[in-house]
Structure formats: C-alpha cells, structure tokens
C-alpha cells in the first residue's frame, strides 16, 4: 500500500478522467472556501480541545474524558461511509492502529452519520478504532470545522451517487465536517492537527504517528 497521497490523488485523477466537469466544479468551490479561509476557525496547537460525549454505533455513549484518562487521543473527523477519500484514510489509519497503540495513543473517527443499524454494518465500524456519530455536527462545530456543503454538491450526491444526505445524516445533511485531524496530549491539549477544506486531501498516518512520538 503507497502512502494516502498517492492514493488520493489516483483517486482525483480518475474523477476528473471520468467525470471533468463535476470536478471542475469542485476545484471552484474549494478554491472559493479557500479564498474565504473555511477552516481558518479550527480549534489551534496549544488550545485545550472541547470535551464532548457521542454514541458509538451500538448507541454506547463515548466520552473525551474517559479516552484522555487512558492517554493521548487522536481525533478524526471524516464525512461519512459514503465517502470514496474517507474510506481510504481510515483504511490507511487501520493499518498503521498498532503503532498508534504502541504510542499509547486512542483513535477516534467521528461523523454526523447516525448510528443505527446500518453504521453497525458499513466497513468503517468493523475497523479497530473507535466510531462515534455527531449528529448535527455540534462537536465538529466546536472543533471549528463543520462546512455547509455548497447545493452543487448536495446535487452531485442525490441525482450521480443517489445519496441522500438528509436521510444519511438525520435531516441535517447539509451540515458536513471539513476532514480535520487533531493530535491530543493526556491533558487535552491539542499538540498538532490537520484541516484542510479540500475533502480530497487529508494528512498521513506517518505524520500522525510522528506528532504522538513528539508527545513525549
């Protein structure tokens, strides 16, 4: 397996071969987010990073509190099973679980999907790490980096991908979180993160795996 780089980018080059026009569309949009610096709200290094307590897919309530007793926590915020970039990430973070464990590090992926039975069956929540849903997007709000998503792409999923955001996400489909990272020390402290607006690119598992290592 190449680094997550190299597979997202196959995977954008293979959009814009089969599909140029919508991708086009959402370079615009992206470089338009980028323009109004969406994201630029993130929770920052050095800050302490809001406590929240979520379900995981079995409606067990996961809190902060409780993972940061145990040690550092990674937290990722991704859009949903539905999405092709999100399913390579946390592929590439399950590969690379144990090395985090042995930093004495918990991973945590968080969407706003909800979780019923169908999350109890998506690829995602068979994975080792901890799924939690954030319906609404609150936490992701807190975090600083919940996105509405432009109508171009909400039109993209419903008509091209026959994804229902609304259904998916329980009425609140228009709310997504910008894929983000953050790197959190024992005390809550957020020692390192990853935002970017582009839900096409997201930060490698080495770079996470280094800002544990640098905990200590």
């Not at 319906?135 to 109508?151: F, H, L, N, R």
């Amino acid at each position: 397996m190449g680094k997550l780089k190299e597979q997202t980018d196959a995977k954008i080059e293979a959009g814009r071969k089969a599909n140029p026009d919508f991708m086009k569309g959402v370079d615009d949009i992206i470089s338009k987010a980028k323009a109004f610096q969406q994201g630029e709200h993130a929770i920052k290094i050095g800050a302490k990073a809001p406590i929240f307590e979520l379900p995981n897919p079995q409606g067990k309530t996961i809190s902060l509190t409780s993972l940061l007793n145990k040690g550092p926590v990674v937290i990722t915020f991704y859009r949903g099973s539905w999405c092709p970039y999100c399913n390579l990430q946390l592929r590439a973070l399950q590969a690379k679980l144990g090395d985090i464990h042995e930093l004495g590090a918990t991973l945590v992926a968080i969407s706003p999907e909800v979780p019923d039975g169908s999350m109890t069956e998506n690829e995602i929540s068979k994975m080792e790490f901890i799924v939690l849903s954030d319906q609404d997007a609150k936490v992701a709000s807190k975090y600083g980096v919940a996105w509405e998503v432009p109508e171009f792409l909400i039109e993209h999923m419903r008509v091209d991908r026959k994804l229902d955001l609304e259904k998916i996400n329980n009425g609140n489909g228009t709310i997504l979180p910008i894929p983000a990272t953050f790197v959190l020390g024992s005390d809550g402290v957020v020692k390192w993160s990853y935002v970017n607006i582009d839900y096409r690119t997201r930060s490698e598992p080495d770079e996470i795996i280094e800002a544990l290592k640098n905990l200590s």
